[in-house]
Nanobody, 119 residues
Framework: QVRLVESGGGLVQAGGSLRLSCAAS????????ARWYRQAPGKQRELVAG??????NYKDDVKGRFTISGDNVKNMVYLQMNSLKPEDTAVYYC??????????????WGQGTQVTVSS
């Protein structure tokens, strides 16, 4: 069985930076794709960034500010967030397509990490 655990969230001032980490544990043979989502209070969960086969994509309002990356050796996925804005405040969730032994896990979720950006 696999597990995804997010970390790196916290309280920062507008214009600051945070790096979120998503650690995949268990017998991981490969991370085929990874995504970061976020959900603000009272709002729908939304896709922030994704990576697959070296290709990346981003929500329009985070382009140029956020960078998603992965490290298969360390079984880690990252989201570097720069020039943070108050509207970035949300719980951020890691989501990944994983292979563990003979089992493929699609849309496997972590528990989330809180990011709060003050004005």
């Amino acid at each position: 069985q696999v597990r995804l655990v997010e970390s790196g969230g916290g309280l920062v001032q507008a214009g600051g930076s945070l790096r979120l980490s998503c650690a995949a544990s268990g017998t991981i043979l490969g991370i085929n794709a990874a995504r970061w989502y976020r959900q603000a209070p009272g709002k729908q969960r939304e896709l922030v960034a994704g990576i697959r086969g070296g290709r990346t994509n981003y929500k329009d309002d985070v382009k140029g500010r956020f960078t998603i990356s992965g490290d298969n050796v360390k079984n880690m996925v990252y989201l570097q967030m720069n020039s943070l804005k108050p509207e970035d405040t949300a719980v951020y969730y890691c989501n990944a397509d994983l292979v563990s032994g003979p089992i493929k896990y699609n849309d496997y979720w972590g528990q989330g990490t809180q990011v709060t950006v003050s004005s």
